[in-house]
């Protein structure tokens, strides 16, 4: 079978999501995404390497950004899975200048929504900072961090959007190319700008925040310049009515989905305050648990990416058995996968414990959580599946609030519960039982979504 439609010669698109083998094809498409993701998660992880080695009030200062910064990042986010949903879905009914069209008014939009962050972040730099706690000592740094990073704020969304474009024509080995340039480039400028080198000076946190933005603005310009997305760009058929239609459809997705991920920020800080009322050791125990369960989702998150564009070009395809055996065969893998990484980290808990714990009572913690919250990442990623489904079915209102359900309905409470009853051993069971209990409820939901499509 072809890999490209000849429906229309002038625009081909590719079929493998459409025809494709639900299994072989999921699988293609996720490996290249989890590179990319382990990719930028070494991003953070070197900038923060990077940073500490100018002390203690550096690293302090850019710690104050991570809310703000994350808060960008979400719209963006959002923007690119409501790119995504409503591009896949016309890929799928095959109106080819309308995704022309939505596309370049997605690229748009992400510029747009880029120049009023800058706007609105460098007018209100010092005193939101000051409302989130920032003193006199680490303003100074702030505003050497902020004040470059605010100016990029439109290449940090835009690579994003651009990613979801391709992810919604089926290609993901450029995205994740992508990101690995984006993570080499930071390395090589993180260590030139920080700390300068031949004729650059050093910079500090400014070469950081620098560092950051061009290494964005890499990716940016390499995508504009790519091929697939170059030919769906098209200025010439401009108009205010058209952009403002577009806008709308992209945001009725956007919006909800850019919500969705900001709660689970929020979530994790309720969270880490319920369990330092337990004291330092648990928050530390914690802490740790918190960063290995991430890198155990990675299969989950890369995955979740994959399916939205596969459901929402099948949906707009009319496809829908096709669509309910993508769905309920992910969920049947995620449950098997995370069963066997609950075993794996069962099998390296005392070398995980070793590593991290310099205190017995951390590690104490950190094997409780090891032993409860990862046996609920399965139903977790059930959740995490349902809630990109429903984006990709044009359901964001139904998506965001399983997420209000798993995070503030149940996870939050229960965890509070568990900790006045049992500790922070309780708090770990309360997570555990709201994974199981939301993923009973998603599944619930997709069922029900799915009906009206019989």
Same mark, same amino acid.
Request: charged share 15%; glycine share 10%.
């Given at each position: 079978?072809?890999?490209?439609?000849t429906?229309?010669?002038?625009?081909?698109?590719?079929?493998?999501?459409?025809?494709?083998?639900?299994?072989?094809t999921?699988?293609?498409?996720?490996?290249?995404?989890?590179?990319?993701?382990?990719?930028m998660m070494?991003?953070?992880?070197?900038?923060?390497?990077?940073i500490s080695r100018?002390?203690?009030?550096?690293l302090?200062?850019?710690?104050?950004t991570?809310?703000?910064?994350f808060?960008?990042?979400?719209?963006?986010?959002?923007?690119?899975?409501?790119?995504?949903?409503?591009v896949?879905?016309?890929l799928?009914?095959g109106?080819?200048d309308t995704v022309?069209?939505r596309?370049?008014d997605?690229?748009?939009?992400?510029?747009?929504?880029?120049?009023?962050?800058?706007?609105?972040?460098l007018?209100?730099?010092e005193?939101?900072f000051r409302?989130?706690?920032?003193?006199?000592i680490?303003?100074?740094h702030?505003?050497?961090?902020?004040?470059?990073?605010?100016?990029?704020?439109?290449?940090?969304?835009i690579?994003?959007?651009l990613?979801?474009?391709?992810?919604?024509?089926g290609n993901?080995?450029?995205?994740?190319?992508?990101?690995?340039?984006a993570?080499?480039?930071?390395?090589?400028?993180?260590?030139?700008?920080?700390?300068g080198a031949?004729?650059l000076?050093?910079?500090g946190?400014?070469g950081?925040?620098?560092?950051?933005v061009?290494s964005?603005g890499?990716m940016?310009? /390499?995508?504009?310049?790519q091929?697939e997305?170059?030919?769906?760009?098209?200025?010439?058929?401009?108009?205010?009515?058209?952009?403002l239609e577009?806008?709308?459809?992209?945001?009725r997705?956007?919006?909800?989905a850019?919500?969705?991920?900001?709660?689970?920020?929020?979530?994790?800080g309720?969270?880490?305050?319920i369990? /330092?009322?337990h004291?330092?050791?648990?928050?530390a125990?914690?802490?740790?648990?918190?960063?290995?369960?991430?890198?155990?989702?990675i299969?989950?998150?890369?995955?979740?990416?994959?399916?939205s564009?596969?459901?929402s070009?099948?949906?707009?395809a009319?496809?829908?058995?096709?669509v309910?055996?993508?769905?309920?065969?992910?969920?049947?893998?995620?449950?098997?996968?995370?069963?066997l990484v609950?075993g794996?980290?069962q099998?390296?808990?005392?070398?995980l414990?070793?590593?991290?714990?310099?205190?017995?009572?951390?590690g104490?913690?950190?094997?409780?959580?090891?032993?409860?919250?990862?046996?609920?990442l399965?139903?977790?990623g059930v959740v995490?599946l349902?809630?990109?489904?429903?984006?990709?079915?044009h359901r964001p209102?139904?998506?965001?609030?399983l997420?209000?359900v798993?995070l503030?309905?149940?996870?939050?409470?229960?965890?509070?519960?568990?900790?006045?009853?049992?500790?922070?051993t309780?708090v770990?069971?309360g997570?555990l039982?709201?994974n199981?209990?939301?993923?009973?409820v998603?599944?619930?939901q997709?069922?029900?979504?799915?009906a009206?499509?019989r």
């Open positions: 079978m072809s890999t490209f439609s429906a229309s010669p002038r625009r081909p698109v590719r079929r493998e999501l459409l025809d494709g083998p639900i299994a072989a999921l699988l293609r498409k996720t490996l290249p995404v989890i590179g990319g993701m382990i990719a070494s991003f953070n992880l070197v900038d923060t390497w990077f100018l002390g203690t009030e550096p302090a200062a850019v710690s104050f991570f809310p703000v910064v808060t960008v990042i979400s719209l963006a986010i959002g923007l690119g899975i409501g790119t995504s949903a409503v896949a879905r016309q799928g009914r109106e080819f022309r069209r596309a370049t997605a690229a748009l939009l992400a510029l747009g929504v880029g120049l009023i962050m800058t706007l609105l972040g007018t209100t730099l005193p939101l409302l989130l706690g920032a003193d006199d680490l303003m100074p702030i505003r050497d961090y902020m004040g470059v990073w605010y100016f990029g704020a439109a290449v940090v969304i690579p994003r959007v990613n979801s474009l391709l992810r919604a024509h993901t080995a450029t995205q994740g190319l992508m990101m690995a340039l993570a080499v480039s930071n390395v090589l400028l993180d260590w030139l700008l920080i700390f031949g004729p000076p050093a910079m946190v400014s950081a925040a620098l560092a950051t061009l964005w890499l940016a310009v /390499a995508l504009v310049f091929r997305l170059r030919g769906l760009f098209d200025l010439a058929g401009l108009t205010r009515h058209g952009l577009s806008w709308r459809e992209l945001g997705i956007a919006g909800p850019a919500l969705t991920s900001v709660f689970t920020p929020l979530a994790m309720l969270l880490t305050r369990v /330092a009322g004291g330092h050791d648990a928050v125990g914690f802490g740790v648990g918190t960063r290995l369960e991430a890198f155990a989702q299969a989950v998150l890369g995955l979740s990416m994959t399916l564009p596969l459901i070009q099948n949906a707009g009319g496809q829908y058995a096709r309910r055996r993508a769905i309920f065969g992910c969920f049947a893998f995620v449950l098997a996968w995370q069963l609950w794996l980290l099998a390296l808990a005392p070398w414990v070793d590593a991290y714990a310099e205190r017995e009572a951390v104490e913690v950190l094997r409780h959580f090891l032993w409860l919250v990862p046996l609920g399965g139903a977790q995490i349902s809630i990109s489904s429903c984006n990709a079915l209102a139904r998506a965001m609030r997420s209000v798993r503030f309905v149940l996870s939050v409470p229960l965890a509070w519960l568990g900790g006045r009853l049992a500790d922070t309780g770990f069971v997570m039982t709201a199981l209990l939301t993923a009973l998603a599944w619930w997709i069922r029900v979504v799915l009206r499509y």
